[in-house]
């Protein structure tokens, strides 16, 4: 489906570097003209930008301390009832809120400077509802008149960037439900399994300034270790698998990952997407490595949410860790998590009786036929 802009608008204020005050703060009563070009490669711009190779994107959720701020509860009314953010005027009241938000939080800044600061909401191929808020700055390609409206917008890169974030409605909405129906099930709020639904970035040199947009927006990251280190493997394995050139040798790469996990938390080190790319590299022939230039960016990237540094969870790693049974004339090796004591087990263990049952696959019993 192709890139749709809902809703758009640039507000703005000013401030001076160290300074404590702000000033010419302007909030705009109405929305812009989606269908204008130079706001169509603005917004379109800005959520190309977020999670390009150079611009790892940074996972997380909205914070539940007392004070985060307004915005988290006014965005769950707007995605959560009728109208949504689809209409106008519930748009344009929520990136008010934002405005608000930003410059109280930039008044106790002192890197934080002035900046416009656009709101889009747009549908991406998955045809899915997804916020950004960016602080951008008037330079190179990036022009707009005196009314706030966009005109002659070339490239949207870093360089014209302050902060930015996108807020993904159907990912939020889904972690809602999941949570009330964890705590419905009588699980414990503090071992509730929570899932990011918003990324930012910030530009290298801001420092300060970037922790006070993502205050503002009441955003934390949220690092699950447990839920990374289980994704980290499988997603591995999955890119793998999708990729005929890469597909034979997908269990090696799982193993590969685990093998790397495994020493990281030995030397009480987190693991990290570069380093984990690194690794299963080292197992295929040169000419492949080409085939792992998106790598860290699919696994940072919206499918799966891993973060670009993590610490490792024993627990998730044990799950996939792999047991090795071996005498003197007989040694099988398989994965823990395909191990268990019912019939449904890929490789059944009976204690009483002392034999595994493994369930084989049709390759594998191509491959014994060739031995009968």
Known sequence: MPFEIINAVIHGFD??????????????????????????????????????KENSLAWGRFGDDAFRGPFPDSFQKCVSS????????????????????????????????????????YRGDDNEQNLIIAMIKQKGGIRLTEDYVPVDIEQVDMTKLSHASEFKVSDYLKS??????????????????LSSYLSFIASRDSDDAASYFIEALGCVLHRSSKRSTALV????????????????????????????????????LAASLEDVKQNVERIFPVDLSKHFDDFVDILNGPEYKIPVSFSVN????????????????????FEKSDFGTS???????????GYLRIRLSDKQIDELDKHV
């Open 343 to 353: 019939v449904n087990s890929k490789v059944q263990f009976n204690r009483e009786e």
């Open 233 to 268: 493997i499988q997603a591995a394995y999955d890119y793998c698998v999708k990729n005929p050139a890469l597909k034979v040798h997908a269990s090696r790469v799982k193993e590969a990952v685990c093998t790397y996990l495994k020493k990281q938390m030995g030397a009480g």
């Open 314 to 333: 024993e627990m998730s790693l044990r799950k996939y860790s792999r047991i090795v049974l071996k005498d003197d004339d007989v040694e099988i090796k």
């Open 176 to 193: 809602m439900q999941d949570e009330s129906e964890q705590l419905r099930q009588g699980v414990d709020v503090d071992d509730l399994e």
């Open 15 to 52: 401030k001076e570097k160290y300074a404590e005050a702000v000033s010419g703060i302007v909030k705009k009563n109405e929305v812009l003209d989606v269908s204008q070009a130079p706001v169509v490669s603005l917004v379109e711009g800005v959520a190309k930008l977020l999670g390009k």
């Open 82 to 121: 009728q109208p949504d953010l689809a209409d106008k005027s519930v748009f344009l009241a929520l990136s008010h809120v934002a405005v608000d938000a930003i410059v109280s939080k930039a008044i106790k800044s002192r890197l934080a400077t002035g900046s416009k600061i656009l709101f889009g909401l």
